[in-house]
């Protein structure tokens, strides 16, 4: 008992950043080099790792949806809605075992966010912020684009109200728009996906949004920490399922001061994380389970990690001052 004690206060007196920082690296080592071992952890990920990435090794399982979503209503009562349940079924598996860590911890696009966020830090470029009101209504935008993925493919296979079907150029509506498309297999040397397609109007469409998205998604990461993340329908899809995930954000509403720590150090810039002091488990649709918030809360378990009803990482007033000791000493 005592051990396990003792073990937990070392977590919690631990750097969780740094490890996150080389968790981060090790992933996206695997999901965008893994090919290259002949590594493939699955293609039902709950994280983009892009299939149009020669060298992947494990793929983001929003590709495959939106095929199967093309599928014609009655065949969705045999053999192919069956395939379609049980792809659902692992990519939700995936999904609850570590929750919106695979934001925070996994997806190589939010990766690449932290990386154009440390950037601007060495540019000494200071971020850029929303309201509250622009934060609520940004955030339904991926919602909008969780809808779409899902309807257009839908009517690819099947008319709605009689109208005609879409064209099949239309297919994957999500994947030709989504960032990580053209900037994931950069990184394998491919440069082939930062292209428009003229070959139809669908194509020309979506493609060329696809190339303003990216550019965005460049210049948004440089002056706003997760700029992207807020859009993100994968984002969406987690939190669906997220009431569901063994690993949980917790907070002890008893406990907190509303010093405010855990909202400033909150890269995505989740105001609720200070202010409900009702919730227990605090796991907003945009929180990426990264636990910066848990580190600079300076007041004993009052945000914590918890697997199942195990508590991994706590904040406590000892390892606050741990690291603001390691911060102020630049360790
Ligand atoms: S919300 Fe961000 S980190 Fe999560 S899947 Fe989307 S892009 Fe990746
Ligand atoms: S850092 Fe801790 S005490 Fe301060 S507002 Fe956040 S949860 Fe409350
Ligand atoms: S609420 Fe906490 S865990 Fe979630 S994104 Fe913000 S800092 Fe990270």
């Not at 394998?188 to 550019?215: E, H």
């Not at 990264?290 to 378990?301: L, N, S, T």
């Amino acid at each position: 008992m005592n051990s396990l004690k003792n073990l937990q206060r070392a977590v919690n007196r631990g750097n969780l950043s740094r490890f996150r920082f080389h968790v981060q690296l090790f992933s996206f080592a695997l999901l965008i080099y893994g090919g290259y071992l002949a590594i493939n952890v699955g293609n039902h990920l709950p994280t983009f790792a892009c299939l149009y990435s020669d060298l992947h090794g494990g793929a983001c399982y929003l590709l495959g949806f939106q095929h199967q979503m093309v599928t014609p209503w009655p065949e969705w009562f045999g053999g192919r809605g069956m395939a379609i349940l049980i792809g659902l079924a692992t990519f939700v598996a995936f999904f609850v075992f570590f929750n919106k860590a695979w934001c925070g911890f996994v997806c190589p696009l939010g990766t690449i966010q932290d990386w154009l966020s440390a950037l601007r830090r060495k540019l000494k470029i200071r971020p850029a912020t929303y309201s509250e009101p622009v934060f609520q209504r940004l955030g339904k935008i991926k919602y909008i684009l969780l809808a779409l993925l899902i309807l257009i493919p839908m009517a690819i296979g099947n008319s709605f109200f009689g109208l005609p079907k879409l064209s099949h150029d239309w297919g994957v509506p999500f994947c030709m728009i989504c960032p990580g498309r053209t900037i994931l297999p950069l990184f394998a040397g491919d440069f082939s996906q930062l292209a428009i397609d003229f070959s139809s109007v669908a194509k020309l469409t979506l493609t060329a949004l696809g190339m303003a998205i990216t550019g965005l998604f460049i210049i948004g990461s440089l002056v706003k920490p997760r700029f992207f993340c807020l859009f993100c329908p994968m984002s969406a899809f987690h939190y669906i399922f997220s009431r569901l995930g063994l690993l949980r954000l917790t907070k002890n509403g008893a406990k907190c001061t509303r010093c405010g720590n855990c909202y400033r150090a909150c890269d995505v810039g989740i105001r609720a994380i200070a202010d409900d002091l009702e919730s227990y488990n605090i796991v907003q649709d945009d929180c990426m389970m990264c636990g910066k918030c848990i580190e600079v809360c300076p007041e004993d378990d009052c945000l914590q990690a918890r697997f199942l009803t195990l508590p991994v990482y706590s904040s406590t007033a000892e390892g606050f001052f741990k690291r603001m000791d390691r911060k102020n000493n630049g360790t």
